[in-house]
């Protein structure tokens, strides 16, 4: 296979299927990938479905695009996206091509430690019941790595434990024991709460005192991907703007985010606009990594931007992303949804660090387009093309109706359903 490249000259002028076809050129996806990717037809059938949830009634559909430009550490990468707000994919295609200029995003990465969490109340001393836990550490995590023995063949594993005292509560004083867990290429959800539930009746033994919550933590703030992109201010110029005005005005964006949690909160959205269309294409509990976001972004007592900006010594606009992201390539959907499959097989992941960090740069790509936007044409002149054809198909428009009815919404800059209704029945007694 040739050396892959992400950048795709007029990818988006293409067609659903002649896309397809490069996205095969670009990975060597064979037929059946394709078809996974493709939808439709059945291929999370109602059967598979009727397995992984409850009472299921059928199935739900959703747009799945790729985002192109990618270099990730000096490899290019297309990225899979399920999202169903325009503008998503394409501005992160394009911030991804900014960024490409300059050589491309940068990441890192640490372990995949997890928390497993242990509430223990009514314990009569608090300090001796900690020191017996601890003192009782080796047999814990002896007990909690014989619920997962795969695991821990593979070098992962409850390997640290921890106790916590809250002296007040709503409902009085507890203990709550962590256990540390090496998670390796699984989200470890699963893995984490049988150890939770497996050491309990021990901790009760233990310190004499009831458990409750036995669960692993969402916040997962010893698992977490970076990502880095440096723009130049010659990539940032528009035929109104300098470069160097661009980023005067995305820094004051940043700035901004920030100081400000209502602004931080929409800001932080922005990151996670590329981030969660990821996490569903590639079947991952992307409700944990937006709570674990969130959380994170407010460790330090106040909510704030998760994203870091600032211009450097040579004037390049440098962007860091760091946040908790829990993500496998093991387990969960990721095996049993055949078009996550694909879509993993696509990305040509070879860990679950790999793929945090490629999500980690999908969330530094959305922040750079909507701080872009932001700070020039404004957050709805990107949108406006998609959002007006939504609005025409769903005044009921179709085939070559959808493009001339959006296409004199945005000329006559009123992208409204009423307007989409009138410009149908005029264009409909024209052509029928």
Known sequence: MGTKNSRIA??????????????????????TDLTMLRGGNGVLSVERADKMIENVIGTFELPLGVATNFRINGRDKLIPMVVEEPS?????????KLVR???GFTTSSTRSLMIGQVQLVNIAEPATARETILAHRDEILGLANAQSTSLVKLGGGAEDLEVHYFPTSPTGPML?????????????ANAIN??????????????????????????????????????????????????????????????FAAVDPYRATTHNKGILNGIDPVLIA??????????????????????????TWYRDEQGNLVGELEMPLAVGIVGGATKVHPAAQASLKLLGVQSARELAEICACAGLASNIAAMRALATEGIQQGHMSLHARQIAMSAGATGTL?????????????????????LLHELTDVFV
């Not at 988006?12 to 397809?20: A, C, F, V």
């Not at 709550?176 to 470890?188: F, I, K, P, R, T």
């Not at 509990?285 to 972004?297: F, I, K, T």
Request: hydrophobic share 45%; charged share 25%.
């Open 176 to 188: 709550v024991v962590h256990l540390v867990v090496d998670c390796l290429d699984a989200m470890g």
């Open 282 to 307: 590639t079947g991952q509990d992307w409700r944990a990594v937006e709570s674990g976001a969130h959380a994170y972004a407010a460790r330090d007592g106040r909510y704030t931007s998760l994203s």
């Open 402 to 422: 959808v493009d001339l009815v959006s296409e004199q919404m945005i000329r006559e800059r009123n992208i409204k359903p009423v307007r989409a209704s009138e």
């Open 101 to 103: 200029e300059s050589g």
């Open 194 to 255: 049988s150890m939770a539930e497996a050491v309990a009746p021990m901790l009760e033994r233990l310190t004499g005192g009831r458990a409750y919550l036995r669960i692993l933590s969402n916040l997962t703030d010893r698992r977490l991907a970076k990502a880095t992109a440096v723009i130049t201010p010659a990539a940032l110029a528009r035929p109104d703007m300098s470069g160097e005005e661009v980023i005067e005005g995305m820094l004051h964006a940043y700035a």
């Open 88 to 96: 998503i994919v394409a501005g992160a295609s394009f911030a991804a």
């Open 10 to 31: 007029g990818f988006y002028q293409l067609s659903p299927q002649q896309r397809l076809q490069e996205v095969k050129s670009f990975d060597g996806l064979n037929e």
